[in-house]
């Protein structure tokens, strides 16, 4: 063991030591005792990968367990950003470090003496990237959804059964703590305990209610911003035009950036992107993290512009489903249905009881049972792999220190994902999908079987 990796296991340590520090609200000088006791060599050194608006609540916080000495994007406007504030954190905690700036991701994983990089990219780079990394000797932390395809999450977790590397996934609910009546709280794990300690009985149904999406209007051609490589923005999705419009709001209605989500090409939309994190939450509770359903289809689905043979016509409108109704059927005759419509929040039904959780409420007949009968410590740290809960980028660095996976880990996560990724092919194709979870194969369709994976520009193909 090196000596920068036995400093690694001490600043992993200091990690642990500040899990039941609230998600919600934190700051740098929420956490930043961290800075107290570790030196600056003492921390793993860290590059982050794509560092536009959402890295803006990840790479601050990785900050106060590594130092970072690269960023990296493919926009320039957003590496500059990021570099200044990577250098101003530095600067304010007394560990300043130069701080590189690539466009090319492979070049930042070419330097040896990064241990950890963040993966804050749109849903499309994220597997290519992440792959490489691993293959680069690097641990990592990436945004969800981690995948575009099911095979996409096949591929990662072969690499990352070859190369032992630890990887979290950044679906922070699973750690996440907010505060409720002056009482601090996970929620979202209290809930997973509430179902699986049996106090609603036997899960009948579940409902993942994760909202809908606005449609866009007909989007002109217009210039590429400066300073952005848009072809290779583009990565695997085919080479297109650039094509944006005022939205009155805070994003501009276009191809990139933040609403690179509402196109198929790229992502999912709202399937993904929240159900990335409920239909998690919900198949941890199951305890169906492991397996998947036995079949999906779509119940209801509106999509903003015509689908043939699953694929969009139009090409400048955003394409993904403005609202939609799924059921999936899971062993024991479990019903989820993911819904557009509804209170953000997933709704458990049980033969005992009832309970809704969401990131601002924890309610229901079984919430009840909590004031008389709290869940014990051992039951939320078993279901917490036994390590202290409350504080996702800690939980992450306190595994780069023992070499275990974090909470988020890739094959619950890619499970998750592939409930998700095929209620989409549900209702792109219009027609139900069975599912073969041991096999991870829909059954009986060729068709739709080939949706699993799908054609990649030449140059930017997700390899293992």
């Given at each position: 063991?090196?000596?920068?990796?036995?400093?690694?296991?001490?600043?992993?340590?200091?990690?642990?030591?500040?899990?039941?520090?609230?998600?919600?609200?934190?700051?740098?000088?929420?956490?930043?005792?961290?800075?107290?006791?570790?030196?600056?060599?003492?921390?793993?050194?860290?590059?982050?990968?794509?560092?536009?608006?959402?890295?803006?609540?990840?790479?601050?916080?990785?900050?106060?367990?590594?130092?970072?000495?690269?960023?990296?994007d493919v926009d320039k406007a957003m590496t500059d950003k990021a570099r200044n504030k990577a250098l101003e954190v530095g600067s304010k905690a007394g560990r300043p470090r130069d701080v590189e700036v690539f466009e090319d991701y492979r070049k930042l994983l070419d330097r040896k003496d990064i241990e950890v990089v963040?993966?804050?990219?749109?849903?499309?780079?994220?597997?290519?990237?992440?792959?490489?990394?691993?293959?680069?000797?690097?641990?990592?932390?990436?945004?969800?959804?981690?995948?575009?395809?099911?095979?996409?999450?096949?591929?990662?977790?072969?690499?990352?059964?070859?190369?032992?590397?630890?990887?979290?996934?950044?679906?922070?609910?699973?750690?996440?703590?907010?505060?409720?009546?002056?009482?601090?709280?996970?929620?979202?794990?209290?809930?997973?305990?509430?179902?699986?300690?049996?106090?609603?009985?036997?899960?009948?149904?579940?409902?993942?209610?994760?909202?809908?999406?606005?449609?866009?209007?007909?989007?002109?051609?217009?210039?590429?911003?400066?300073?952005?490589?848009?072809?290779?923005?583009?990565?695997?999705?085919?080479?297109?035009?650039?094509?944006?419009?005022?939205?009155?709001?805070?994003?501009?209605?276009?191809?990139?950036?933040?609403?690179?989500?509402?196109?198929?090409?790229?992502?999912?939309?709202?399937?993904?992107?929240?159900?990335?994190?409920?239909?998690?939450?919900?198949?941890?509770?199951?305890?169906?993290?492991?397996?998947?359903?036995?079949?999906?289809?779509?119940?209801?689905?509106?999509?903003?512009?015509?689908?043939?043979?699953?694929?969009?016509?139009?090409?400048?409108?955003?394409?993904?489903?403005?609202?939609?109704?799924?059921?999936?059927?899971?062993?024991?005759?479990?019903?989820?249905?993911?819904?557009?419509?509804?209170?953000?929040?997933?709704?458990?039904?049980?033969?005992?009881?009832?309970?809704?959780?969401?990131?601002?409420?924890?309610?229901?007949?079984?919430?009840?049972?909590?004031?008389?009968?709290?869940?014990?410590?051992?039951?939320?740290?078993?279901?917490?792999?036994?390590?202290?809960?409350?504080?996702?980028?800690?939980?992450?660095?306190?595994?780069?220190?023992?070499?275990?996976?974090?909470?988020?880990?890739?094959?619950?996560h890619h499970r998750a994902m592939t409930t998700c990724h095929l209620a989409n092919i549900a209702i792109r194709l219009g027609r139900k999908i069975n599912w073969d979870s041991q096999a991870e194969q829909i059954v009986g369709d060729d068709a739709a079987n080939a949706w699993l994976k799908r054609e990649q520009r030449?140059?930017?193909?997700v390899t293992a």
């Amino acid at each position: 063991m090196s000596h920068s990796r036995r400093q690694f296991l001490k600043a992993a340590g200091s990690a642990a030591a500040l899990a039941n520090v609230p998600y919600f609200g934190w700051t740098s000088q929420t956490i930043a005792q961290d800075a107290a006791v570790t030196s600056k060599n003492d921390r793993p050194l860290m590059g982050c990968i794509g560092v536009g608006d959402r890295w803006n609540a990840v790479g601050p916080l990785a900050m106060n367990f590594a130092d970072c000495v690269a960023v990296c994007d493919v926009d320039k406007a957003m590496t500059d950003k990021a570099r200044n504030k990577a250098l101003e954190v530095g600067s304010k905690a007394g560990r300043p470090r130069d701080v590189e700036v690539f466009e090319d991701y492979r070049k930042l994983l070419d330097r040896k003496d990064i241990e950890v990089v963040t993966i804050v990219t749109p849903d499309h780079w994220h597997s290519k990237i992440a792959i490489d990394a691993m293959k680069a000797g690097k641990d990592v932390y990436c945004e969800k959804p981690l995948t575009l395809t099911i095979d996409e999450g096949k591929q990662i977790l072969k690499v990352l059964k070859e190369t032992g590397r630890v990887f979290q996934v950044g679906t922070q609910q699973r750690s996440e703590m907010s505060a409720n009546k002056g009482t601090v709280k996970s929620q979202f794990l209290h809930a997973v305990a509430l179902v699986r300690s049996g106090r609603l009985g036997k899960i009948t149904k579940v409902e993942c209610r994760i909202g809908g999406v606005k449609p866009s209007p007909a989007l002109p051609k217009t210039e590429v911003p400066a300073g952005l490589n848009w072809e290779m923005w583009l990565g695997q999705a085919p080479l297109v035009d650039y094509v944006s419009a005022p939205s009155g709001g805070k994003y501009p209605f276009s191809r990139c950036h933040y609403e690179f989500r509402w196109w198929y090409e790229y992502s999912g939309g709202k399937m993904t992107d929240w159900g990335a994190h409920h239909v998690d939450i919900a198949s941890w509770a199951l305890g169906a993290d492991t397996t998947g359903p036995l079949s999906v289809e779509g119940i209801s689905v509106n999509h903003p512009v015509p689908l043939k043979d699953g694929m969009p016509t139009v090409d400048n409108m955003y394409n993904t489903a403005t609202n939609f109704d799924v059921k999936a059927m899971f062993p024991g005759d479990v019903e989820m249905r993911i819904l557009s419509d509804g209170e953000n929040g997933i709704q458990f039904t049980g033969t005992q009881g009832d309970l809704f959780v969401s990131r601002g409420a924890l309610r229901g007949s079984a919430a009840d049972t909590l004031k008389d009968q709290p869940l014990s410590e051992e039951l939320l740290g078993q279901l917490y792999k036994g390590k202290k809960w409350g504080n996702h980028m800690a939980n992450f660095f306190e595994c780069c220190g023992d070499r275990t996976q974090p909470i988020s880990d890739v094959d619950t996560h890619h499970r998750a994902m592939t409930t998700c990724h095929l209620a989409n092919i549900a209702i792109r194709l219009g027609r139900k999908i069975n599912w073969d979870s041991q096999a991870e194969q829909i059954v009986g369709d060729d068709a739709a079987n080939a949706w699993l994976k799908r054609e990649q520009r030449k140059g930017y193909e997700v390899t293992a």
